[in-house]
C-alpha cells in the first residue's frame, strides 16, 4: 500500500495501535526517542515492546555525531534496548556517497566529531582542515559539534570559493540536514543543516544561480529512507518523526506511512494543516 499523501484529518492513535499496523517501526531518534535531556516518555517501553514481540525496528537519524556502537550505548544507559544493529545515521551515508565520487586517497574537509571523521577515512579519504591556499577535493557538513564553529565556517567558505576560481569546485554533501533540534523544556538549538544553509547563501550571493550546493544524504533524502527499508527487508513500514520536512517528506518520498510524534518540534495543527504533505498519524508520545 503507498503512503504518498494524506487527505482529511490526520488519525490520532496510540503506539499499540500504530504497531499493529506495520511490519516495521522506523524512529526518528531526537523528538522521539531522546532529547538533550534523556528519554522522552514511554520510548523505553516503545522499543522494549517491539523487541519481546520480535518486530522489526529501526532508529533512522540524521545525527551523525556518533558511530552506531556510540549511539547504541547513549540508549542502553537511558534504558532504551537499541544495540548497533538497530542504527541507522545519516553519517553511515558519508563513505558511499564519498566512494561514489571517487575520494579514495583525495583529501575531505569534514566539520563534525571523531566518528564523523571517521566515516570519511573508511574509504581512504585524508581528513583534512580547511585551508584556503590549498583547497580540498571534497566538504563534508555532519555536525555542528566537535569543530570551532564561526572561524572554521569562514575558513571553508573561503576555500570552497578559492576552488572555485581555480576551476575545481569540491564535493559538497550534507549529512545532517535538520536545521534545528529539541534540546529540553521546549529549548531549541541550531544543527548542520542550518550550517550548510549559511555556506550556501553565501555562495549564492558571491557566485550567483552557479554556485555549488550540498548534495542531502541525511532525512529526506530518498538514499537514506531506502536503506533504511532495504535493512528492515519490507516496505510495509511506518516512520515516526517530529519534523514534517525530513521525516515526514522523506517518508512520502518512498511511498510509505508515516506519523508526527509530539515530543518534538511540531505541533498537532502543523501536522493537522500539513495538507498533501500531512503524516498518515499522529502520536501524543510513545506511551501505550
Known amino acids: 500500500m503507498s503512503h504518498t499523501a494524506h487527505v482529511g484529518p ?27 535531556a534523556g528519554a522522552l516518555p514511554g520510548a523505553a517501553e516503545a522499543i522494549a515492546h517491539l523487541v519481546a514481540r520480535r518486530q522489526r525496528f529501526l532508529v533512522v537519524t540524521n545525527d551523525a555525531s556518533r558511530s552506531p556502537e556510540r549511539a547504541s550505548r547513549r540508549f542502553l544507559r537511558l534504558g ?44 581512504g579519504a585524508i581528513v583534512v582542515d580547511p585551508d584556503p591556499a590549498d583547497p580540498a577535493d571534497a566538504v563534508v557538513i555532519a555536525d555542528e559539534g566537535g569543530f570551532e564553529t564561526l572561524g572554521t565556517l569562514d575558513a571553508t567558505l573561503s576555500m570552497i570559493l578559492s576552488a572555485v576560481e581555480r576551476g575545481r569546485a569540491p564535493v559538497l554533501l550534507l549529512a545532517n540536514p535538520d536545521l534545528v533540534y529539541p534540546s529540553a523544556n521546549g529549548t531549541f538549538g541550531l544543527t548542520a543543516g542550518s550550517l550548510a544553509g549559511m555556506v550556501e547563501r553565501a555562495l549564492a550571493l558571491l ?34 518523526g517530529d519534523t514534517l520536512h525530513t521525516d515526514i517528506a522523506g517518508a512520502h518520498g518512498v511511498g510509505i506511512a508515516s506519523a508526527i510524534v509530539l515530543t518534538g518540534v511540531t505541533t498537532a495543527a502543523q501536522a493537522q494543516g500539513a495538507g498533501a504533505h500531512a503524516p498518515t498519524y499522529l502520536l501524543d508520545d510513545l506511551r501505550f
Not at 490526520?10 to 538533550?36: C, K, M, P, Q
Not at 542504527?87 to 586517497?105: C, K, Q, T
Not at 544524504?217 to 535493512?231: I, N
Request: charge should be neutral; hydrophobic fraction near 50%; glycine fraction near 8%.
Open 10 to 36: 490526520v488519525e490520532r492513535l496510540r503506539f499499540t495501535s500504530l504497531v499493529e499496523r506495520h511490519e516495521a517501526i522506523l524512529f526518528d531518534a531526537y523528538g522521539v526517542l531522546v532529547n538533550a
Open 80 to 123: 532504551i534496548p537499541v544495540q548497533p544493529e538497530h542504527v541507522l545515521s545519516s553519517g553511515m551515508l558519508i563513505a558511499p556517497a564519498l566512494e561514489e565520487h571517487a575520494m579514495h586517497g583525495r583529501r575531505v574537509v569534514v566539520l563534525g566529531t571523531g566518528d564523523s571523521a571517521a566515516y570519511a577515512r573508511q574509504v
Open 207 to 240: 557566485l550567483g544561480s552557479g554556485a555549488p550546493r550540498f548534495e542531502v544524504l541525511g532525512k529526506p533524502a530518498v538514499r537514506h529512507f531506502e536503506t533504511a527499508l532495504e535493512m528492515v527487508g519490507t516496505r510495509q513500514a511506518v516512520m515516526l
